[in-house]
């Protein structure tokens, strides 16, 4: 089977720098994904990983560890729009499998 | 680019009766995927086609639930003697091979009320 575990909420001040991890456990692994959804919309793309290391686009950065099977989604000078909840997602034997997603919050 | 469009946006139906879902992917995307998400929850696989074909159906995706996608092109989901525990948005997603089955695009989803 596949599970992901991510924390269900995390607070950060705005301009600040938050980490958001997961864990995972899969039957084959391909690649770790990052989608953003604000409340009321879809999942939006932001981010893969199918090697080892930290991948930067903007003020967002994702990181691998295939050996550790744990990912992290680095967000850098938060912003409000930030708020959302964000999810990891596994593509192992089977499509995309998502966690239960983190809730940011960001506050002033 | 008009992005991924499902109809409707929302649905409200009693127990027992069936519906009908579309999506529309985004055009040169031959990949199309079925999710279901409740509240609190990630989305949730349910099927996935590539052109015509469809390649994988969720062990949870039970025989009231079918899909078609006839042309490769649109898709309908639709749901046979609806129940409460059906509650829940159902969200379509496209892909491109160049992209990977990673790199999804979501459409708004249907939100549906089974009363």
């Keep these: 089977g596949q599970s992901l575990e991510q924390p269900s909420e995390v607070t950060a001040v705005e301009g600040a720098i938050v980490q958001i991890n997961c864990t995972y456990q899969t039957s084959g692994f ?25 991948e930067e686009t903007g003020r967002f950065s994702s990181f691998l560890s295939r050996s550790d ?22 593509k192992g034997n089977t499509p995309l499998v998502f966690g239960k997603g983190t809730r940011l919050s960001v506050i002033a | 680019d008009t992005g991924v469009s499902q109809d409707p946006r929302h649905k409200i139906t009693k127990r027992g009766q069936n519906v009908t879902f579309r999506c529309d992917p985004i055009s040169e995307h031959n990949r199309l995927y079925w999710y279901r998400q409740t509240l609190g929850q990630g989305p949730e696989f349910l099927t996935y086609f590539q052109n015509e074909a469809q390649l994988e159906k969720s062990r949870l995706l039970s025989d009231r639930f079918s ?14 003697r609806t129940e409460q525990g059906d ?3 159902y969200l379509c997603a496209s892909s491109r091979p160049r992209e990977g089955p990673d790199t999804q695009y979501f459409g708004p989803g249907t939100r549906l009320t089974v009363l």
Excluded at chain 1, 30 to 54: I, K
Excluded at chain 1, 69 to 85: I, N, P, R, V
Excluded at chain 2, 67 to 80: D, H, N, V, Y
Aim: aromatic share 16%; net charge negative.
């Design chain 1, 69 to 90: 099977s744990y990912g992290y989604l680095l967000l850098q000078e938060l912003q409000m729009k930030d708020s959302a909840s964000y999810f990891c997602a596994v």
């Design chain 2, 87 to 89: 509650s829940a948005m």
């Design chain 1, 30 to 54: 391909y690649g770790l994904s990052w989608y953003q959804q604000h409340d009321g919309g879809a999942p939006t793309f932001l981010s893969y990983n199918a090697l080892d290391g930290l």
């Design chain 2, 67 to 80: 899909a078609e996608r006839p042309k490769g092109s649109f898709s309908t989901l639709e749901i046979q």
